[in-house]
């Protein structure tokens, strides 16, 4: 009974020091962006004054949004706008970041990550239960192409999907036709790569699961070469692979960074790319701050699931 | 499919094709630095050329990759873009050993507080995305094939101290480090000779493998416009001025990306191959 106890207060400190050390990051990764915002060149007051701006007219301004007040004060306002959702103004369009990021750009970056999420779930495990444990030239195929659509760069990916299914063989329009339709080429350039990368490491993960003695006897059971591969093999290979969940999901949003310039997409990657051309500084660190939160936010979960999936990590934990 | 037993002990592992993939590669590897080297030997026409006259002409014996929207010979153009791609990937790489292996060895071997502060900076950094990190620094330093250098560099230094402060803390807990202790070597001698001629083990491996990574940041920054600028040849910004031309003339686009495609891959090949050696080695 009081093992019992002891191990759940274990595992509640250990829940709370996951917890604690990613709100940790979190709030180093908003005091370094707070920082840059005030270190690099270029300001606020120049990019909403334009180059008449006399110097009443930049003090007002520099009252108005409160800029002439201490540093200290500065940035504890920061921290609490930023807890309600607002993340300052773009030094070039003059509107606030929450305006501009949030709504129809943040919208449309989520549904084509969202689309390349599911090609990746449903691609990586068929490709890895299917090829696990050959050794024949059709698997050596595969593993070439894996490599290949990892080692690719996306918008070339993406340009060669355009080339042949828009202008050859014509199945696939990129600007005209439904939002599905529209949604289909771009993402399955976000996601290739990625199913590249972690079809290798499931697959590494089904094929020791089927080495281990417990496969023997699974076997022996009677279970079907099926059922061993998707029941056993894919649990086993699990772990690995949620490990690797904060990468996919980082790899997922530079992906549409570049992917949504390539197809002439909305969203938070063309928001980025202008505002990295314009230097509105603003922007891009709200941009970067989003992903590293997402991040930071999928790697947390994952911390906490994975003790779920592979008891023996438990253990380990203590 | 089914009618292939599943439990069996595994035929004799890929004994057959392990050396084919890392020699592909490394011809590969040779033939790219070549071009890297002295792209005129491989090409010897000029990349700016530009003849109106051949413009969008398909590949042909004269001409083996066509020709882009200018005319210009795209086989000399990727051959020529060699040069900056490898350049920036590998300056870039270099830049990242530079910043990432001495802040690696100072956490590996710091106290208690040196070591978590400098492991929550890789963790800070590592939370971001590199190329949105590299991004960030680019709307900071402006455009140009220097800052991407420097901001892809910067970008990639935490994979490197990690790495190196995993491998220190190994080595330094290990017995011939403690016998060098006890005879009362100095510091700095332990440090140079004992620890960090055994840490960097791992570098060779990452360094292979982070060109790669260097390599395709590149392409991507210079795709979207802010790496090297036209007309110089360089495969990221070569597809950029192709691509309005795709449905016309492919080959201008797919050409320099099977550049990129076939190098990076190449670097994952060698570098897989030297950590199977490297980890066998380690293990045995």
């Known amino acids: ?318 | 499919m089914s009618a292939v037993p599943l439990v069996h002990s595994r035929p004799s592992p890929r004994t057959r094709r392990l050396p084919l993939a890392p020699a592909v590669a490394g011809l590969v590897l040779a033939a790219v630095t070549l071009a890297a080297l002295s792209p005129s030997v491989v090409a010897p026409g000029d990349p700016l050329h530009i003849d109106l006259v051949q413009m969008h002409a398909h590949p042909s014996l004269r001409h083996p990759f066509g020709c882009d929207q200018l005319g210009r010979d795209v086989w000399t153009r990727v051959v020529h873009g060699t040069r900056q791609s490898l350049a920036i990937g590998a300056a870039a790489t270099a830049l990242a050993v530079v910043i990432g292996v001495p802040l690696g060895l100072l956490a590996g071997l710091g106290n208690r507080v040196a070591d978590t502060l400098l492991s929550r900076v890789f963790d800070l950094m590592g939370a971001f995305p590199e190329i949105l990190l590299a991004l960030v620094l680019i709307a900071i330093t402006g455009r140009g094939t220097g800052n991407v250098v420097l901001a892809i560099g910067i970008a990639a230094a935490p994979r490197f101290a990690r790495v190196m402060r995993t491998d220190t803390r190994l080595v330094a807990r290990a017995d011939h480090v403690l016998a060098a202790r006890l005879l009362t070597r100095s510091r700095t001698r332990i440090v140079l000779r004992h620890i960090l001629s055994n840490a960097v083990g791992a570098l060779p491996v990452l360094v292979t493998l982070g060109l790669g990574t260097s390599i395709l940041g590149a392409a991507a920054l210079s795709f979207l416009g802010f790496g090297t600028q036209p007309p110089t040849p360089e495969w990221g910004s070569m597809l950029a001025e192709s691509r309005d031309d795709l449905r016309i003339a492919w080959w201008a686009v797919f050409f320099p990306g099977v550049a990129v495609t076939a190098t990076v891959v190449a670097t994952t090949v060698l570098g897989r191959t030297a950590q199977r050696r490297f980890e066998n080695r380690v293990s045995a």
């Open chain 1, 1 to 318: 009974m009081t093992g019992l106890a002891t191990r759940r207060a274990v595992g509640s400190r250990r829940v709370l020091a996951t917890v604690g050390s990613a709100v940790l990051l979190a709030w180093a990764a908003v005091t370094v962006a707070f920082l840059a915002l005030h270190l690099a060149p270029g300001d606020v007051i120049t990019a909403a004054s334009g180059d008449g701006g006399d110097a009443s007219q930049r003090a007002r301004i520099a009252h108005e949004w409160g800029l002439d007040r201490p540093l200290i004060v500065q940035y504890g306002h920061y921290l609490l706008d930023l807890l309600h959702g607002d993340l300052g103004y773009s030094f070039v369009q003059g509107d606030r970041v929450s305006h501009i990021l949030f709504g129809d750009q943040l919208w449309s970056t989520v549904t084509l990550a969202g689309t390349a999420l599911v090609v990746v779930v449903v691609v990586t495990p068929v490709l890895a239960v299917l090829t696990a444990g050959h050794r024949g030239p059709l698997a050596g195929l595969v593993s070439g192409l894996e490599l290949s659509a990892a080692s690719a760069p996306t918008f070339w990916i993406g340009l060669v999907l355009i080339w042949v299914f828009a202008f050859t063989l014509r199945v696939l329009p990129v600007t005209s036709g439904t939002e599905l339709q529209r949604l289909v080429l771009p993402g399955i350039t976000v996601a290739l790569p990625i199913a590249g990368v972690l079809s290798q490491v499931v697959r590494g993960g089904v094929e020791r699961a089927l080495e281990q003695p417990f496969a023997v006897t699974a076997r022996a059971r009677g279970v079907g070469p099926v059922r061993l591969r998707v029941v056993h093999g894919l649990r086993h290979a699990l772990v690995p692979a949620t490990t690797l969940a904060g990468w996919a999901i980082s790899s997922l949003l530079t992906g549409t960074v570049v992917v949504e310039e390539v197809f002439g997409r909305a969203g938070l990657g063309t928001v980025t790319v202008d505002a990295v051309t314009a230097k509105d500084l603003p922007v891009v660190l709200a941009v970067a701050l989003l992903a590293a939160a997402v991040y930071l936010g999928v790697n947390l979960v994952v911390d906490l699931v994975v003790p779920l999936i592979d008891p023996r990590l438990k253990e380990g934990a203590r």
